[in-house]
């Protein structure tokens, strides 16, 4: 005779995740519908009656990330000027940082997608956690005030403003870019680099390629930082690709130059 302790002990266990979602933000909301809100896409909203999304929460969790990250920034580093400041706050408020903020407290899990974006694999979308994510923050200030909401983003972002801070987070696209290619395609990114200008002007390009595609570019005044623009920019557009292939291949990237390229390198960074 079969069992039912099985079945029930499943009952028992079983987490909404919603709940999972508020225990990892360690946050209640003291008005749940505000909670709701925040996990509608609009894709969901089209096939339920056309109810609301959370667009207009990700709007205003947007501005107050901002302001928290901004504030924070500001008075934890004040002998940093305003250029290197905007450049922190740039990696901090991401759509890739705020993507993995999103999958450490699954929410993804949480969110109420529309069938196609589901079948899709959207709760997994770079783009579509990190607007979750925002629409979060926005719902904790309303449910909150902004004492809740700073609460709220400096624990969801305490190690990565401490790695920002000590410049570790800035440097790791390509260590997170080889990672990714190694789990995706087995092997490693290969950077093609040019430059232009006189010496003491010289201004370098790196373009990111993988699997015979051109995956991400970007330039700086070193080897070194160009190869990190392109990573990161791979680094995000592979994130927002299906984690199969389905035979459509990305759009070729023009290049930031025509020239011929002057070295290419295969993983380990230039000095």
């Known amino acids: 005779m079969p069992s039912t302790t099985s079945s029930r002990d499943s009952e028992v ?16 909301f003291a008005d749940p519908e505000l909670l709701e809100l925040a996990l ?12 609301p999304s959370n667009e207009r929460l990700e709007f205003l969790g947007d501005a107050v990330l901002g302001l928290v990250v901004t504030d924070h920034l500001y008075r934890a580093a004040p002998e940093t000027s305003e250029g290197v ?36 694999g959207g709760r997994e979308k770079t783009s579509i956690l990190a607007d979750g994510m925002e629409a979060v923050i926005g719902a904790v200030y309303l449910d909150g005030g902004l004492g809740a ?4 983003v400096l624990h969801l972002l305490e190690d990565r403003i401490e790695e920002v801070l000590h410049g ?28 232009e200008g006189p010496e003491h002007e010289k201004k370098f390009w790196a373009r990111v390629e993988l699997a015979g595609r051109a995956w991400g570019e970007g330039s700086g005044r070193t080897k070194k930082q160009a190869e990190q623009a392109a990573a990161r ?33 295969q993983g380990e960074p230039h000095a």
């Open 168 to 195: 570790g987070l800035a440097s790791d696209h390509k260590s997170r870019l080889q990672e990714l290619a190694a789990r995706r395609f087995g092997q490693l990114p290969r950077y093609v680099l040019r430059d």
């Open 40 to 51: 509608r896409h609009r894709s969901w909203c089209a096939e339920n009656g056309a109810v």
């Open 233 to 265: 920019h791979a680094y995000e557009r592979l994130e927002q690709e299906p984690p199969e292939p389905t035979g459509d291949e990305p759009a070729e990237l023009s290049s930031a130059g025509s020239g011929a390229p002057t070295s290419t390198t």
């Open 85 to 120: 400041l905007a450049r922190h706050r740039s990696e901090l408020v991401s759509a890739a940082a705020l993507a993995a903020v999103a999958r450490s407290v699954r929410l993804g899990a949480a969110l109420a997608l529309g069938k196609g974006e589901e079948a899709t």
């Open 149 to 152: 909401a700073t609460t709220l």
């Open 13 to 28: 266990t079983a987490v909404d995740p919603r709940d999972d979602l508020c225990d990892l933000l360690a946050y209640r």
